[in-house]
């Protein structure tokens, strides 16, 4: 199986999902909890520095999220939301070196703007940042709490449901091929699908 396929087919659903269901307006979603699964496409990434490649790897997996939105001043809002995404995933180069990147949980906060359609909003959190990279015969790892900060977008299918994208990085600086301060990330795209208890 293509490793874009289970993203291919999650989105697949997601359509029929819009195209059967009414499409009248949701009108104001009301404050309240909510939680979903999710298909994640995410990717590591290294640095490139002096005599030392860039390198890469990537993995279409699944998550899950829950939180909690509230409407401040008139159609902006602010939500907290708990995450789970497996973005474990592992990567072996000819000349020795890997990339590896653990599963990836946190908290976020949403501060956006919502219309009856859905809404955009800005990402910022703090996520378990799991790595283990070996470059030009050094190894570096690490497993600790990073930033994570990303842009989003969500549509109200109806008054229970709503489907939403998100892209969020997060990542960290090692001293690691001879260079300090060299950056190691992972970026993650998010599919979600979310129910408004």
Sequence with gaps: ???QTPFALFGAAAIAVLTTTSFATAGDTKDGFYGGL???GSGGITEEGAGVAQRDSSHTSVGAFAGYKRKVYNNFF????AFINDTSQSRSF??????SFGTQYGVKAHLGYERNWGSVYAIIGAARFDYDVTLSGTRKSGDSVSPVFGLGTSY???EKMSANLEYTGTGDEID???KSDRGVGVGVLRLGLAYHF
Excluded: P, T
Aim: glycine residues 14%.
């Design 1 to 3: 199986m293509n490793k």
């Design 176 to 178: 690691i091929a001879g």
């Design 156 to 158: 109200q299918i109806n």
């Design 38 to 40: 999710s298909i994640s």
């Design 94 to 99: 000819s000349n020795g070196d890997r990339i």
């Design 78 to 81: 602010v939500a907290g939301e």
